[in-house]
C-alpha cells in the first residue's frame, strides 16, 4: 500500500491549492480517502473524507467553505483543493485512507492504517 | 461532534520508564473505536492502536490500550529511545465526523 502525495506548494493570501494522493498496492473501493492537516508545531486536524467509489464527501464543519475533495479513477489520486488561501492555512496536508464504516469486518483495522507522506502548503505574501 | 482532550502535554521521561497517556472524549466514542497514533520529528503519524486495545501491525507489546466509553489510556511498559515522540487520539464516529486529540509530547 502506498498514498504518495505532490510537492510542497507556495502561494500567495487569496489564491487556491491542489494537492493530489496517488494510491496504490489496494483496491480502492470499501477505502475512503481522509484529508489531515498539521500547521507548524500544532496538532492534527482532521478535514474530511471521499469515497472513491461514489465520489461522495463529508467535510469538516470548519472546513466545508473552501475545501473541495475530487476523486480521478483513471489514474486512482485523490485530490484536495483549498481556496481563498489564508495564512493559517500554512500547514503539512496529509492523506490516509480508512475503511468505509459500513464495510468493516471482525478482522479490519478500524483507523488511519496508511498515511501519505505530507505535502508543506505555505501561504505567504 | 466529539472533543478528544489529552494530557498532559507533555511528559518527562527517562529510557526504561512507564509513559501513561490519557485521552478523554466528552462524549462516549461508539463501539470504543479510538485510535492512537504516534508521531516523529519529520514524519507522517504512524497507527499504533485501533479500536481501543489493538496493536497494529509491527508494533511491540510494551505498548498496550485501555479504556472504554469517554475515557481511554496509552500505556507504554518500558520507554525505548524511539519511542520519545509526539502521541495523539483519534476517533470517528458514526456519523462519521472525526477528530484528534491535540497530543501528548513524550520527552527525555
Known amino acids: 500500500v502506498q498514498l504518495v502525495q505532490s510537492g510542497a506548494e507556495v502561494k500567495k493570501p487569496g489564491a487556491s491549492v491542489k494537492v493530489s494522493c496517488k494510491a496504490s498496492?489496494?483496491?480502492?473501493?470499501?477505502?475512503?480517502i481522509h484529508w489531515v492537516r498539521q500547521a507548524p508545531g500544532q496538532g492534527l486536524e482532521w478535514l474530511g473524507w471521499?469515497?472513491?467509489?461514489?465520489?461522495?464527501?463529508l467535510y469538516a464543519h470548519n472546513a466545508r467553505a473552501r475545501v473541495t475533495m475530487t476523486w480521478d479513477a483513471s489514474i486512482g489520486a485523490a485530490y484536495l483543493e483549498l481556496t481563498g488561501l489564508i495564512f493559517d492555512d500554512t500547514a503539512i496536508y496529509y492523506c490516509?485512507?480508512?475503511?468505509?464504516?459500513?464495510?468493516?469486518?471482525?478482522?479490519?483495522?478500524?483507523?488511519?492504517?496508511?498515511w501519505g507522506q505530507g505535502t508543506l502548503v505555505t501561504v505567504s505574501s | 461532534d466529539i472533543v478528544l482532550t489529552q494530557s498532559p502535554g507533555t511528559l518527562s521521561l527517562s529510557p526504561g520508564d512507564r509513559a501513561t497517556l490519557s485521552c478523554r472524549a466528552s462524549q462516549s466514542v461508539s463501539g470504543n473505536t479510538l485510535a492512537w497514533y504516534q508521531q516523529r520529528p519529520g514524519q507522517a503519524p504512524r497507527l499504533l492502536m485501533y479500536d481501543t486495545s489493538s496493536r497494529a501491525t509491527g508494533i511491540p507489546d510494551r505498548f498496550r490500550g485501555s479504556g472504554s466509553g469517554t475515557d481511554f489510556t496509552l500505556t507504554i511498559s518500558r520507554l525505548e529511545p524511539e519511542d520519545f515522540a509526539v502521541y495523539f487520539c483519534?476517533?470517528?464516529?458514526?456519523?462519521?465526523?472525526?477528530?484528534f486529540g491535540q497530543g501528548t509530547k513524550v520527552e527525555i
Open positions: 471521499i469515497n472513491p467509489t461514489s465520489g461522495g464527501t
Open positions: 498496492g489496494y483496491s480502492f473501493s470499501g477505502f475512503y
Open positions: 483519534q476517533q470517528c464516529n458514526n456519523s462519521p465526523m472525526c477528530s
Open positions: 490516509t485512507r480508512k475503511k468505509a464504516l459500513f464495510l468493516l469486518t471482525a478482522t479490519d483495522v478500524n483507523a488511519f492504517d496508511y
